[in-house]
T-cell receptor, first 113, second 113 residues
Framework: DVKVTQSSRYLVKRTGEKVFLECVQD?????MFWYRQDPGLGLRLIYF???????EKGDIPEGYSVSREKKERFSLILESASTNQTSMYLC????????????FGSGTRLTVV | GENVEQHPSTLSVQEGDSAVIKCTYS??????FPWYKQELGKRPQLIID?????GEKKDQRIAVTLNKTAKHFSLHITETQPEDSAVYFC????????????FGKGTKLSVIP
């Protein structure tokens, strides 16, 4: 029944490493989003995409990039991981037209050491 | 951009009592307001939503009210049960072709048996 799948549940990386977080949805949704979730800060938008090869910066894009080569897949890239990027990362998707609630993935808890 | 404030950050109620969580938003153009429930270690899940052309919506024990003039909306849970214990997030969408959600910081609800 899982519709948004994130490739890793837990990930430990070293400072300076390039990190890829993968998200795949099987609902044919146009919109995909990456958020990070930190205690006391809620969910903050990193990047989003409304179409293949389209990407837009969210509220906290610094240190991140994204790739959307196929409709069902949206990847988050940490070019050079830093300890302040230790967080829970949540991927979500939603359909168009109109506003509909997101379907979230299970999240990837990334620890950068 | 949109700013969503959520109160309280923590809420404890006795089983059977009601719980109310309040949110305010800044962008008067926002037109979609979902609420998410996140149980410990799980993904956020949509529990109810409301659009700007509606003042109130109910689904069994949960209801959401929207006051567009005052730019605030609230989640009401009646006859609370221990399984209602979770973190609840409100969100707002700017509409006009924008599908990204801005989230509040969350409310941790504890229902005491």
């Amino acid at each position: 029944d899982v519709k948004v799948t994130q490739s890793s549940r837990y990930l430990v990386k070293r400072t300076g490493e390039k990190v890829f977080l993968e998200c795949v949805q099987d609902m044919d949704h146009e919109n995909m989003f990456w958020y990070r979730q930190d205690p006391g800060l809620g969910l903050r938008l990193i990047y989003f995409s409304y179409d293949v090869k389209m990407k837009e910066k969210g509220d906290i894009p610094e240190g991140y990039s994204v790739s959307r080569e196929k409709k069902e897949r949206f990847s988050l890239i940490l070019e050079s991981a830093s300890t302040n990027q230790t967080s829970m990362y949540l991927c979500a998707s939603s359909p168009v037209p109109g506003n509909y609630g997101y379907t979230f993935g299970s999240g990837t808890r990334l620890t950068v050491v | 951009g949109e700013n969503v404030e959520q109160h309280p950050s923590t809420l404890s109620v006795q089983e059977g009592d009601s719980a109310v969580i309040k949110c305010t938003y800044s962008d008067s153009a926002s037109n979609y307001f979902p609420w998410y429930k996140q149980e410990l270690g799980k993904r956020p899940q949509l529990i109810i939503d409301i659009r700007s052309n509606v003042g109130e919506k109910k689904d069994q024990r949960i209801a959401v009210t929207l006051n567009k003039t005052a730019k605030h909306f609230s989640l009401h849970i009646t006859e609370t049960q221990p399984e209602d214990s979770a973190v609840y997030f409100c969100a707002a969408s700017p509409g006009a072709g924008s599908y990204q959600l801005t989230f509040g910081k969350g409310t941790k609800l504890s229902v005491i048996p």
